[in-house]
């Protein structure tokens, strides 16, 4: 029957879905190559498409201005893809072995953002759009991303295009600052997965009763540079309006929309610390005091701010106004201040989203309908069903299926993926469910908010519970209902698919028999200053200050083990750098203690062991997600793993101690530690306590 099918397509030629791919006879028709979100339609072709090194990436010349910047990213990714691909640009026509470029902005049967993919003895993309035409080269760098050891596409013909318009991540950058190279770095991740909306939560503030009760100490913060109100910009971390205007140029470039979200009248502590007397007295000081016309004036210029002139520091097309969660008892007055900052936004030309509130905020008080976007998350305080009737356009952010609150044990620490993949789709907002082709359903976009101020989560720690989500709900954003196969087969072959050309967060690093680093290997070591090296022995021994081997990866990440000797000086500085990158420090001597420790991020954990002076010592560090474990000659010596903070008031906290290890430096170029360090090995997994053991035996055993 399955052959009979797939004959029947092939005589009509028409585009197959690929729902059971595992069917295909691969030596006659290609099964539709694996990329995420699974191309929509795809009819097989024989054989496969060798990809040259130098590949040249064609632009239709009635298209020039629209892709080119598209055809010259594409060469960008190529190389980062591998050093050996130096593809050129050029206009012209189509040829054999080359990659063209052109539009269809007129064919009606196409979506927006769609294109058509016709691997041959060339390729060529057909896009309605230039974002379709990006999404095209995302679809290709997967396909050599899982080809690399052959550089080979195979042949057939694609028709992909998206079921929602809004495939989108909210990220709670206020209750914990991310460095403007990690939002860059996430333009690049949710565009290789097709994913076109980064909502950027920039103000905020922590829970008053992990702070002592007291409004004047609860962490509060906005994250952008605020010129009329200096006082509001957070001094542990903020950007620049360059930086953010540059952002979102950059986003523009890869096909994402940043959406910049300014939370008011709740959530709002950084305001009313930043401008005393606008706080409510009533209602707490993260509630803007409604009744004072101070408030508005500040907010008004606020927005004002990033919206006016001719060069705005916000660029996009839409921004988030924020609205949720004020105090019930005040409805009236919170939607005339919702409705005045819809028109007051609307009046620089931008279009308005906010989160849905206003079942939980009933009244009388008009609130402005038409092109406004609601973030329906929950249904107690902004009923779907209701908010569809009145006419808002709405994009799905349900709490119980798409939040991630790390370490916090309410909501998800980790999306449950599976549940998500096999049930879930934007048409579902809680417990409603609507049409999937419903017209005022924009889409839907999943969540992280960092509540626990403090915890000590990191953004890799971050990045590790958003991966695997970006990966499933891209596949849920872009496909709808259609599932292109089971859970456990998609989850198997995700794990073949990275983060984008040139990135590496989650610091996977691949080896023979999973070790995957030492100092025996010539290739490792990039550069050695005001050190020794014996390469024979495997043995460096450090100087201090600026002493280090630099070596040719930044870090390992979760699941890991390192295994080392290290026989210490007995005059160490407190805090003296043993290995280091820009995410970490390991120590020794922590702050005076002689302990081994690490740092990263501004927190410090030192495990409860001093490395002994002048005598060789065997180390292993291990560490995962949930926490870091160290042993001393083949035994555990401590494990720092849920650990709690315990409040005055008797609450409690999560107390991430987890550690990406670094080893872009042995040593460090200031404050290096005096030591000499052999036999290091890394490996991309976590030893059993018996083969520690055994390590650790065998090489003490050798000093």
Not at 313 to 324: K, M
């Amino acid at each position: 029957m399955k052959e009979f099918l797939l004959l029947v397509a092939l005589l009509t030629g028409c585009f197959v879905y690929t729902n059971n791919v595992n069917a295909q006879n691969e030596a006659e028709v290609n099964a539709s190559p694996f990329v995420i979100p699974a191309l929509r339609e795809w009819k097989g072709g024989v054989s496969y498409l060798e990809w040259p090194n130098n590949v040249k990436l064609v632009v239709d010349p009635a298209y020039r201005k629209a892709l080119l910047p598209v055809a010259k990213l594409f060469a960008e990714d190529l190389h980062l893809l591998s050093s050996d691909m130096h593809p050129k640009v050029i206009t012209g026509q189509a040829s054999p072995g080359n990659v063209y470029f052109t539009l269809r902005p007129n064919d009606s049967s196409l979506p927006a953002e769609g294109y058509v993919l016709d691997i041959s003895n060339s390729i060529r993309i057909d896009a309605k759009d230039s974002i379709g035409a990006i999404w095209a080269t995302r679809s290709l760098l997967q396909i050599l991303e899982r080809e690399h050891l052959h550089h080979r596409i195979p042949k057939g013909v694609a028709r992909d295009y998206p079921k929602y318009a809004v495939r989108g991540f909210v990220l709670d950058v206020a209750r914990k600052f991310f460095t403007i190279e990690f939002l860059r770095d996430y333009v690049k991740f949710m565009s290789y997965y097709k994913m076109n909306d980064f909502q950027i939560h920039l103000s905020d503030n922590g829970f008053k009763d992990f702070f002592g009760g007291n409004w004047d100490s609860t962490y509060a913060a906005f994250r952008l540079e605020n010129t009329t109100y200096p006082n509001l910009t957070a001094k542990d971390g903020s950007y620049s309006k360059a930086e953010f205007v540059a952002l979102q140029q950059m986003a523009q470039r890869y096909g994402v929309n940043i959406i910049p979200e300014i939370d008011v009248p709740a959530h709002s502590l950084a305001f009313s610390k930043a401008v005393p007397g606008i706080g409510s007295k009533l209602y707490g000081q993260d509630h803007l005091d409604l009744d004072n016309p101070l408030t508005y004036t500040v907010v008004d210029n606020v927005f004002k701010e990033y919206l006016q002139g001719p060069n705005p520091v916000f660029i996009g097309n839409e921004v988030h106004i924020g609205t949720d969660e004020y105090a019930k008892k005040e409805a009236e007055k919170f939607r005339a201040f919702t409705d005045h900052y819809i028109r007051f936004v609307e009046g620089y030309g931008k279009k308005v989203r906010m989160w849905g509130s206003l079942t939980h905020a009933e009244g009388s008080t008009p609130v402005k309908v038409e092109n406004v976007t609601m973030n329906l998350w929950y249904n107690g305080y902004a009923d779907p069903k209701t908010m569809f009737d009145l006419g808002y356009k709405g994009i799905s952010t349900p709490d119980g299926w798409l939040y991630i609150v790390p370490a916090a044990g309410y909501y998800y620490d980790y999306l449950n993926t599976k549940k998500l993949y096999d049930e879930w789709t934007p048409n579902r907002i809680g417990k409603e469910t609507f049409d999937e082709n419903y017209p005022l359903l924009r889409g839907g976009s999943f969540a992280v908010w960092n509540d626990h101020v403090g915890n000590g989560i990191t953004e890799k720690d971050v990045h590790h519970r958003v991966f695997p989500a970006m990966q499933v709900l891209s596949q849920k954003m872009w496909g709808g209902s259609v599932k292109p196969m089971g859970y456990d087969d998609f989850a198997a072959k995700s794990k073949q698919i990275g983060e984008g050309p040139g990135l590496n967060m989650l610091g996977r690093l691949a080896g023979k028999d999973s070790l995957v680093f030492s100092l025996d290997t010539k290739e490792n070591v990039t550069k050695i200053h005001n050190a020794h090296f014996d390469k024979t022995k495997e043995e460096l021994d450090l100087k201090g200050d600026d002493s280090y081997l630099k070596t040719n990866i930044t870090g390992i990440g979760y699941d890991y083990t390192v295994s080392f000797c290290i026989k210490p000086s007995k005059d160490n500085l407190p805090d003296a750098v043993l290995f280091s990158s820009k995410d970490a420090v390991v120590v020794l001597n922590m702050q005076g203690s002689g302990k081994l420790g690490f740092s990263r991020e501004g927190y410090s954990y030192s495990f409860n062991y001093a490395p002994p002076a002048g005598a060789w010592t065997h180390i292993t560090i291990k560490g995962n997600n949930k926490g870091t474990s160290l042993y001393v000659n083949g035994v555990l010596a401590e494990k720092l793993e849920g650990a709690k903070r315990t409040f005055a008031n008797g609450k409690q906290t999560a107390k991430v101690q987890t550690l990406f290890f670094p080893l872009q430096y042995i040593g460090s170029n200031s404050n290096a530690c005096k030591a000499q360090i052999s036999d290091l090995k890394v490996f991309n997994r976590e030893l059993d306590e018996a083969v520690i053991k055994g390590i650790a035996e065998e090489v003490k055993s050798q000093k």
